[in-house]
């Protein structure tokens, strides 16, 4: 028999979503967001979900443009720094050491050293409380070369990227094992 | 430089949510879905995206109902299962001998075996395209007391949840190991 626990939100795991924004001074900023995920398909389109508190809400309301970018996990200390300090006091890419380069697609910088970020530019916000969601349309995919399978597709395996145990896993993990195939392994399950 | 990808919705990781409903004739079903989040602190909110294809989509449309449970690493066939067939031609309960248990707080089914489920209440959905977004509010969670930490929350070391390599990546994983404390390890890159 299960135990009642309060409420909370308790996503295993939880994804590191770094954000790029320009601020109104043209100034590159990042932060970093665990409240998001892929909304739908056909349009691509992803949500991260902001409090008005931060810097990054008012960017995107400004330029309706955001980029997503994923660490490797050689740089959960600077995904983690992304967290903790505000741009509005701080150069985060100054004092990360990262660098930003200007989106191809969007009015978003893309972090160079990142293996790849997906370039969004903003459908509709959703005010659901303390966050506001802010669904994105996917237009494009700026990637580092070296992290793509034969598919030209960004490989698991080759990004390396880091998660986050959220709620009384408060840390970094990066990726264990393959345990198998998707849409492929269920099938040992069926009868004969 | 990084090179240009068309737009795809590669989000690595992506989590496995099984998605629990009770059909209109009582019968429980679970899915597998990739794309989701959580959407909001307070009130503590998750967001799920389902085609209507889906049986779970219409399920929730009457039920307003759906609980999220998280399978651990040794049920990554099942999780598998659970989003290759249809509960409209098969009962994935009895083809995963998993077992379904009426969520406490909402109308819709807890998975037995799996550590803990998060037991939602639908706030809205939202049509974005091929997939329309549900958002549900979550009321409460039904856990296995053994995956909690010391503050009675569920720990993913206890929990050792699987994630999803989506596009180009598509297996699953477990979790690899700690590289640091969230909140903590970004202090070592500010100056003294």
Known sequence: MKISLP?????????????????????????NAAWGG????????ISVSLREATLTFHNIMQTESFTVNFPSEKYFKEADLAGMISG??????????????KSKLVNA????????????????????????????EIIGIAANEEILNSKQVPDIEKVRPIFWGSFGSS?????????????????ELLPE
């Open 7 to 31: 409420p909370q939100t308790v996503l295993l795991p939880s994804p590191v979503l770094i954000i790029g924004t320009y601020c109104p001074d043209g100034k590159p900023n990042i932060m």
């Open 38 to 45: 892929i909304a739908s398909s056909k349009p691509p389109c």
């Open 88 to 101: 509005r006091e701080h150069d985060k890419f100054k004092l990360t050491n990262l660098t930003p380069e």
């Open 109 to 136: 910088p893309v972090v160079k050293e990142f293996p790849y970020a997906l370039e969004c530019k903003l459908v509709q916000h959703i005010n659901l409380g303390m966050h506001t969601m802010f669904i994105g």
């Open 171 to 187: 840390a970094y993990y990066n990726v264990g094992e393959k345990l198998g195939d998707a849409f492929a392994v269920g099938k």
